[in-house]
């Protein structure tokens, strides 16, 4: 074996079993699903299948890892806002939230921000939660054959961007959100193009809801595929759209409120079939629940100001601080070391992600190939924000 051989088979050898041996004299094949984005960003997952059946699924992930994390000990407390917002682009604001809110802690200011503010936050996170669950839609129906749903879900979700934009100034990654509040206040006939947009939505609810759920097609291709038992989501830890379609309605925003959610009335869908088509119908109905709340956000928003004014170099109190939110997939959260300069002394990020990842292996044993990409699609997984 030449020099050149080796270095290839060792290459393998680092994920143990893996491609070691393609076939097997039972008839079994290794197989590599991605890492040419299958969908959701730059990740593979080896399959060994007998027939069409999928009997493993080893997920390997890294592919595109950012150092986010170490990132961070080298810029100051606002210059990492951009660049940690970055790996998960579709819900920024649910990425960045949890961040800003262990900083505030830091900075004692929890307790201080202005109302307005903390409307403003809810506004925008919401809106993300819909830009994100529109998103998911379109690729589900990439992954199904469904194009119909496909041109809906991006074409719907693009009207709740531009309206995004008209508050931030930004499409996708908005930087939006400020220690202190956030960074402007909203234009002048914003919240009258938002209700319009969440009217218009929550029009089409009707259209998605017979054409993706009442689809013997669709059907066919979600119910019962996939399925995740309640126990096996609460012992494995997931969170979000993945852990509540198994039956468990757990959320951040009811279980621990921030950002004043307690004051606005909203409902946590859950179903208990724990299937792709359970895990899809939370999604959808998440974005009912999010028009709901920004319709309240908006009638309870007063005049006031929007931000603290933080003087010079933002500098945290040595010591450590915690936060986490119910981003778009799922929980979000932040640890902070501090140690009173200028940049945090160590930034700890855990994403919904990465939770969910912890079942990915489990739920492919056992379903046909072809509905592999279905099942890996509705758990919520987004590569970027996981490797991070």
Request: hydrophobic residues 40%.
């Amino acid at each position: 074996m030449s020099t050149e051989e080796k270095k290839s088979v060792s290459a393998y050898e680092a994920l143990p079993g893996v491609f070691q041996e393609e076939f097997s004299p039972e008839g079994r094949l290794k197989v590599s699903f991605g890492p040419q984005h299958p969908g959701s960003g730059h990740m593979r997952i080896i399959l060994t299948i007998n027939g069409d059946v999928v009997e493993d699924a080893i997920p390997d992930v890294g592919y595109v890892h950012r150092g986010v994390e170490k990132m961070c000990e080298y810029k100051n407390y606002i210059q990492n806002i951009p660049h940690i917002e970055r790996p998960a682009i579709h819900d920024s604001a649910g990425t960045t939230l949890p961040y800003i809110l262990a900083v505030e802690k830091l900075l004692d200011l929890s307790e201080k921000i202005p109302e307005r503010a903390q409307y403003i936050r809810m506004i925008l996170a919401e809106m993300n939660r819909i830009i994100n669950h529109f998103y998911f839609l379109g690729i589900l129906g990439i992954f199904m054959g469904h194009s119909t749903v496909t041109t809906w879900g991006m074409g719907d979700r693009e009207l709740m961007i531009e309206t995004a934009a008209m508050m931030t100034g930004a499409r996708v990654t908005f930087s939006f959100i400020v220690p202190g509040g956030v960074r402007t206040d909203t234009p002048y006939g914003f919240e009258d193009r938002l209700l319009k947009s969440c009217d218009y939505l929550e029009s089409r609810m009707k259209a998605y809801r017979d054409y993706l759920f009442e689809n013997p097609f669709a059907r066919m291709r979600m119910e019962g595929v996939g399925i995740i038992r309640k126990s096996d989501a609460v012992s494995l830890g997931l969170v979000g759209p993945t852990l509540r379609g198994s039956g468990v309605r757990s959320d951040v925003r009811k279980d621990e409120p921030y950002i004043l959610y307690d004051t606005v009335d909203f409902s946590v869908p859950s179903y208990e079939e724990g299937d792709a088509m359970a895990r899809t119908k939370v999604h959808f109905d998440e974005i009912i629940q999010s028009i709901s709340i920004i319709r309240q956000a908006v009638k309870r928003m007063k005049p006031g100001p929007v931000k603290i004014p933080l003087r010079g170099q933002i500098r945290g109190k040595v010591g450590d601080a915690y936060a986490r939110v119910e981003g778009a997939r799922g929980m979000n959260s932040y640890y902070i070391i501090s140690d009173g300069q200028i940049h945090p002394y160590r930034v700890r990020v855990n994403t919904a992600d990465s939770r969910n990842l912890a079942v990915m292996r489990k739920v492919l044993q056992g379903v046909k190939v072809a509905d592999v990409p279905v099942v890996h699609w509705s758990l919520d997984y987004w590569p970027v924000a996981a490797d991070r």
